[in-house]
């Protein structure tokens, strides 16, 4: 799926996105925004414009899905990954995954600034 559809998908599934994300436990919320925070500044890095935006809708919504959670004292849904898929949290695993892969990859391009780098990530 290319960016620009993911992008209309995203605003357009907004009120869906954020409900269905209000439902996840606070720690994965707070581990989806921090990798959504992560691929933000590797977009900015290297300048990809498209991935930028809807990284950025991915932020508000999982940031709006915090608040939403808190202010109407939602319950965890601790089977909700089994019961439901979004496009949207598919996109996250694999934001995820190919974070995994670079990190590898950096620590193997060069071990000695990758591993001080690793560190501040955790």
Not at 30 to 54: C, G, R, S, T
Not at 88 to 96: F, G, L, P, S, V
Not at 104 to 119: W, Y
């Amino acid at each position: 799926m290319s960016y620009i559809s993911q992008i209309t998908n995203a605003l357009d599934k907004e009120i869906e996105n954020v409900a269905f994300l209000a439902y996840f436990p606070v720690a994965k919320l707070e581990k989806k925004l921090q990798v959504v925070k992560q691929q933000i500044l590797i977009a900015e890095k290297n300048n990809q414009l498209q991935a930028l935006d809807l990284l950025k809708i991915w932020e508000q919504q999982i940031s709006d899905a915090r608040l939403l959670k808190k202010q109407l004292e939602i319950d965890d849904n601790l089977d909700l990954d089994m019961q439901l898929s979004l496009p949207e949290i598919e996109a996250y695993e694999m934001i995820e995954k190919r974070q995994e892969l670079m990190k590898q990859k950096l620590l193997k391009d060069n071990p000695i600034e990758a591993k001080s780098k690793h560190k501040d990530l955790f």
